[in-house]
């Protein structure tokens, strides 16, 4: 036997997208837990019956929501539903009046109100424009198009209205057909020149966006590249210290160029760990090639992996610099964040290290310990040290 | 946990029977509900239903 509570019956909602017209009946049928098309026949056998199907449809479907998530924004819709609801209750309100009396007459009352309406919208979309160095969407845009011209219509419709109830529209007839054709012949003149202008506005804005571009690559290459070059040329003595620049000038236009909107170091371990590897590299004037898989929040146990990882790359730095370039990978996943420094230099033994030699004890493998990590120094392939760190339980 | 008032749903219904309301009064011929009044009191039902649903969709 099928038992539906009310707490695992469906909410009332309808389904336009899958009902037949306001999806009203299906909606109805979920909620109640029948067939559909029982609902369906009910609400056709009572639009039979003298209409009223059809105005219980009516009513049902301004009664019972869409779901929530339709085509339509939650803002936008209740915004029209409080418009429509104002406007029938306005229309029953001057009704009302009309069938007590209380009335002045037709020609008069209905021109006002839809002059009224169309007043009320042209107003509201001259309040709502955009400034004209704002850039809407497109929807926004089309939006207010229809609705000023909607509310043109409502102006225009009204005082054609007013004119035809009082019998002034026959003497005014050919007053509006010279209007009408003078003005389809000036659009047809003006259509071409009002075109081109067109045109050349969109060309000079594009140009005009473009030339800004320009002048933003200039001051970007002039504060960056060229002062790098500049100080190039006098350290030119020095190639640990031009190598030095030139990376770090690398790295930043390479950062400038293709990931503009990278994270900062203090949101993200990855470029926490660019960051410790630039500062070694400039610092010791060793190159450090980072490679960096995934990604990791910045939290206290990745503050601590990253201090850990700066301090093994000075070792490498300080200790095997002369080598070659140090080399770290960082690997992020599944809550674990694995970090390698490996370097070519000609290698040590952890257990041989002086007991007032703190550094590789107290700041690579403690720090790792205290946070829940571990840190390992093994020999490289190939020659070298590698020191491996890694973390658990890291919001990936 | 006390519900909230659906108030959306509470004006629909009251709105709704007032005009079932109507309707059974002018079936009984106790009032004479003629076209006139009828456009209205659909309109103002109507209307009703879905300003109560848009200002409590509105507010957060």
Known sequence: MKVMSAATAPALRRDPAQGIAAGVCLGLARRLGVDPLAVRLAFVVAAAAGGLGIVAYVIAWAAIPAPAGAAVPGARRARAQVAAGGGLLMLALLLSLRELGLWFSDALVWPVVLAAVGGGLLWRQSRTSPLPSESPPRAEVAAGVYRGGFGVALVVGAGLLFLQTNGALGPARDVILAVVVITVALALVLAPLLWRLGRNLAEERSERIRSQERAELAAHLHDSVLQTLALVQKRADDPRAVATLARRQERELRAWLWDPGAPTPDASLAASLRAAAADVEEAHGVPVEVVTVGDAHVDDGTIALVAAVREALTNAAKFAGDAGPVALYAESADDRVQVFVRDRGAGFDPAAIPGDRRGVRDSIIARMARHGGHAAIHPAPGGGTEVELTLENVST | ?60
């Open chain 2, 1 to 60: 946990m006390r519900e909230r008032i659906d108030i959306a749903s509470l004006v629909a219904g009251l709105v709704i029977i007032a005009l079932g309301t109507l309707l059974l009064l002018d079936r009984v011929d106790v009032l004479d509900l003629r076209f006139g009044w009828l456009v209205p009191a659909l309109a103002g039902t109507i209307g009703a239903i879905l300003l109560a649903g848009g200002l409590a969709n509105r507010s957060p």
